[in-house]
């Protein structure tokens, strides 16, 4: 049995390192406790939650900076405002207590409820020297592993007793991580009702310290992530929910590349654990740092936190309105006239959008603001100015957040106008991501969208190399636009297709086909050999599927696929090219597709061991087309006639109609304009319908359409029988009557 009392635990002998020195330079040892895997997430010399170990923000919090081309760069960094905080030193006699409790805990298989008495106990010996113990580097991570194990009442007494000094320990590298840990064990107890009040008046302790003063906790890199923690924790959403914002999700909401999360219904809202709690905190914090708002605004720290307040307190306007209020620096006597936007705010705003953090902050205002004040920014604010602010390093992400947030075909308009003829200067000035929110803007409002098609074309490709150089110019955006004669410029072999290019041809190619001709020309008119090196590359390989998932006639697709032919084994085993050559088997005839499986068939054994590999050989029936070739050609003959006939009876009306004129069913057309005029995605569904009632096929002699007519044979003479029966039941009853 292991003796948990402080008295027991003094006199045994110490087994790890001597914790009996000066905190100092015990900070600067080793930790020798490493090798018992007590790092509790966190990385001494490498960067750790987000944030490096000489305090500076890693690059992925700058949230959907996507022009990868000018980076965001904070040159003129605000000072913080900083307290004062004596640390106090750990007296010998605790540290050896904490280093024979961590040798106790760790390492063993102790049963959890004796492992719960242990954690606890230890934490009370806690009791009035939280600050020095969380933000010792050693005994800290012992802290964690207490805190991850103690009873919920035995956690709130830890958090209620070091409330007092919570700010201070929230701020120090150690002591956040033994706050967050304590944050992150009272979210597994949020499930069971009864522990909310307890939580909640222990939460309610701790926010009270911090409203104390807010500035210096929210200005810090460490206790930033600590509030944003809290704040999550209030809403009842994963600790981890907003900590990382990855580029590529807000780059994907604004190309139309992903379905934009709702923000009155959204997953966020479904969840009130602590509404009020939220709500008053973030309001008390603001009220206590009114005047401290223009250091907040342009900190990069205190941006994250706004930003995440202003995330979960999407769908309650009144606090929204509040926190973007003062956020705009909006004054108390315009917001109370109803006039949020005065000439002297409008002026402090066009000023601030050009600061990496602020610029971060008005990106998440746009996204959360209601209709009217988005109406009012745009207008009042940023019109007139967007090309000029489309320029700026920072400014031009704010410019991409309007148009990708534009709620109407009027704002759309109002973009248009000032952006619709600067193309060529925004491609030339490397500011392509406000170019392509514009594209994605005019496709999500349904206007402008041909205009737009015709700048981009325009601004990269004139005279008599339009429009064949369009495509090949935009892959190559950046390369292009920096060299020194334009006219003179071919495909540069063996160079990273850019990513923003590829990203602008897959929203054109998501185009009606007859807004894109000139397009669908250029990508067909590529060279075999350019074709094969884009299906290589992770952003062409994009373009080519895209292209081929488009709606554009099946004749136009087959030109391109037609250019891989002798390459498609190479590319099957080639862990982009590979997904290339299923988009060009589906969008192939009967022959295309025996070419496709017959250079793929000598690499078996090779694509077996790709990570792409065994759903190709699956996919296409490779193994079916060595065994028996004249049985795998029936296969695909009826799956293509059931497709059909599927569209006949069930597609669009224009479909239906154009059924009477076209040709009866011919191995070379495989479906041509009926499968390409269809929707993408009622086309997988119906393919994936269609390929599971075949897999029983693949193993009989019987052709497929045949248990298609035997079923509808066998259902009609069901259904005359029925109408034979009802017919002579209702005779009877009339006879009856009579």
């Known amino acids: ?396 992400f704010v410019v991409q957040a309007l148009a990708s947030h534009a709620r109407s075909p009027d704002h759309m308009d109002l973009i248009w106008e000032e952006l619709g003829t600067k193309f060529y200067d925004l491609f030339e000035m490397g500011k392509s991501g406000v170019v392509a929110s514009v594209l994605a803007a005019t496709q999500r409002l349904h206007c402008h969208e041909h205009e737009c098609c015709q700048a981009i074309a325009a601004a990269v490709c004139t005279g008599d190399e339009f429009p064949k150089c369009i495509v090949p110019r935009i892959l190559f955006l950046e390369n292009f636009f920096c060299s020194r004669e334009k006219s003179n410029w071919s495909w540069p072999h063996g160079t990273k297709i850019h990513v923003v290019g590829s990203l602008i041809l897959q929203s054109i190619f998501r185009l009606p086909s007859e807004l894109i001709q000139v397009y669908v020309t250029s990508i067909t008119s590529l060279e075999e050999h350019q074709v094969l090196e884009a299906s290589k590359d992770p952003s062409g390989s994009r373009v080519i599927e895209s292209f081929l998932n488009s709606n554009i006639s099946a004749k136009q697709k087959r030109k391109l696929v037609v250019k891989l032919r002798g390459h498609f084994g190479e590319l099957s085993v080639h862990p982009f090219g590979s997904f290339t050559v299923e988009k060009c088997f589906t969008a192939s005839n009967l022959n295309l597709r025996e070419t496709i499986v017959s250079e793929m068939l000598p690499l078996q054994a090779e694509l077996s061991k790709t990570k792409q590999g065994p759903y190709l050989l699956r996919k296409l029936d490779i193994d079916g087309f060595a065994r028996q070739p004249d049985q795998w050609k029936s296969r695909q003959a009826s799956q293509q006639s059931a497709l059909k006939e599927f569209y006949a009876t069930f597609g669009p009306t224009e479909t239906k109609s154009n059924e009477s004129v076209r040709k009866p069913f011919e191995k070379e057309s495989f479906l041509a304009d009926t499968v390409s005029k269809s929707k993408p995605g009622k086309l997988k569904d119906i393919r994936k319908e269609i390929e599971t009632t075949l897999a029983s096929a693949k193993t009989s002699n019987t052709p497929f359409l045949a248990h298609q007519v035997s079923k509808k044979m066998k259902r009609s003479k069901d259904e005359k029988k029925r109408h034979r029966k009802d017919g002579e039941s209702e005779s009877q009853k009339k006879k009856i009557k009579v």
Do not use: W
Request: aromatic fraction near 4%.
């Open 1 to 396: 049995m292991v003796s948990v009392g402080r008295r027991a635990l003094i006199l045994r002998k110490h087994k790890g390192c001597d914790l009996t020195e000066q905190p100092t330079a015990r900070e600067n040892q080793t930790n020798n406790q490493g090798e018992r895997k007590r790092t509790m997430g966190r990385k001494s010399s490498k960067k750790h939650a987000g944030v490096n170990a000489d305090h500076t923000v890693e690059s992925a919090s700058r949230g959907n900076a996507y022009d990868n081309n000018r980076p965001r760069k904070d040159k003129n960094a605000t000072p913080v405002p900083q307290t004062s905080f004596l640390r106090q030193q750990v007296d010998p006699e605790t540290a050896k207590y904490f280093a024979e409790i961590a040798n106790a805990i760790e390492g063993t298989e102790i049963d959890p409820e004796e492992r719960s008495v242990i954690c606890g106990n230890a934490l009370e010996e806690t009791r009035g020297k939280e600050a020095e113990l969380a933000t010792d580097y050693i005994i800290s991570h012992t802290l964690q592993t207490l805190l991850e194990g103690c009873s919920l009442d035995h956690l709130c007494s830890f958090l209620q007793s070091c409330a007092k000094n919570f700010s201070h320990i929230a701020a120090d590298r150690s002591g956040s991580h033994v706050v967050e840990t304590a944050l992150k064990s009272l979210s597994f107890h949020l499930q069971d009702n009864e522990n909310h009040s307890l939580i909640e008046k222990s939460l309610t302790k701790v926010c009270k310290a911090i409203v104390v003063n807010p500035v210096d906790v929210m200005c810090n890199c460490h206790g930033s992530h600590v509030l944003r923690s809290l704040l999550c924790l209030f809403k009842g959403v994963p600790l981890e929910e907003f900590h990382s914002s990855k580029s590529s999700v807000g780059l994907a909401e604004r190309l139309n590349l992903k379905a934009r999360h709702a923000k009155d219904n959204g997953p966020l809202q479904s969840q009130q654990v602590f509404p009020n709690l939220l709500k008053h905190f973030v309001s008390e914090m603001l009220n206590a740092a009114s005047e401290d708002i223009s250091t907040l605004q342009v900190n990069q720290f205190s941006s994250l936190v706004l930003q995440t307040a202003l995330k979960l307190l999407a769908g309650n306007e009144q606090e929204s309105l509040h926190l973007i209020r003062v956020l705009l620096g909006s004054s108390t006597e315009s917001a109370n006239a109803g006039n949020l936007l005065e000439g002297k705010t409008i002026r402090n705003i066009l000023r601030l959008v050009e600061e990496t953090a602020y610029s971060h902050l008005m990106e998440a205002i746009l996204e959360f603001a209601p209709e009217t004040l988005y109406n009012e920014l745009l207008t009042k604010v940023f019109r007139k100015s967007l090309f000029r602010l489309s320029t700026h390093h920072c400014a031009n």
